[in-house]
């Protein structure tokens, strides 16, 4: 069965995915790490692939957070990965908002 391409944007950036993708997957297949620890700045790339281990929230430009190994990717989806992005809100302030959700 041939999955269908579909468009996302990462950092403000469009790219590309498969149908049935997870985020975590996408995101990957675009650069090296799913996104910057909020604490030290350290790349991060997921860990267990369960989505136990809290090593793959990533945050859409809205300020949602996003567990990457178990959401999977959606036309038009809007994530962020890194500190400063411009894209509505920069990164940084969609991290620093206190949503604990």
Do not use: H, Y
Request: hydrophobic residues 40%.
């Amino acid at each position: 069965m041939q999955r269908e391409p579909l468009r996302f944007f990462l950092d403000g950036r469009e790219v590309g995915a498969l149908q049935g993708d997870t985020l975590l997957t996408a995101v990957l297949m675009q650069q090296r790490r799913v996104r910057d620890s909020e604490f030290s700045g350290a790349p991060r790339a997921g860990f267990c692939l369960i989505g136990a281990c809290q090593d793959c929230w990533m945050r859409s430009e809205d300020g949602k957070r996003l567990r990457a190994c178990s959401t999977l990717v959606t036309e038009g989806m809007r994530v962020v990965s890194r500190f400063g992005v411009e894209a509505g809100n920069s990164a940084a302030s969609v991290l620093d908002n206190g949503d604990a959700s």
